[in-house]
Nanobody, 117 residues
């Protein structure tokens, strides 16, 4: 089992910045990737950014490319999402995700990000 705890959401004006944090605990040695997803009201959950553990491979949704940056700490049990130039359409609940080597997904509780125009 992997437990994920997120923090850092909130309310920000358009053009502003927020930084989300996620700390993993439990069976963290089996994690192969960590990332962020988001779900806006009435929409499906979508990938925002993902980082493969142990290398520098990252992937971003086209809608956030160049504005958001995913990173991890040295121990790779924490992942961060720096969000710059936020837009109202970035408003959503953001979820931290960890995928294990057996392709099992674990999710955090979600943190609300609201961008006002």
């Amino acid at each position: 089992q992997v437990q994920l705890v997120e923090s850092g959401g909130g309310l920000v004006q358009a053009g502003g910045s927020l930084r989300l944090s996620c700390v993993a605990s439990g069976s963290t040695s089996y994690i192969k990737a960590m990332g962020w997803y988001r779900q806006a009201p009435g929409k499906e959950r979508e990938l925002v950014a993902i980082k493969i553990r142990g290398n520098f491979n990252t992937r971003y949704a086209d809608s956030v490319q160049g504005r958001f940056t995913i990173s991890s700490d040295r121990g790779q049990n924490s992942v961060y999402l720096q969000m710059n130039s936020l837009k109202p359409e970035d408003t959503a609940v953001y979820y931290c995700n960890a995928r294990t080597v057996w392709q099992r997904d674990f999710w955090g509780q979600g943190t609300q990000v609201t961008v006002s125009s």
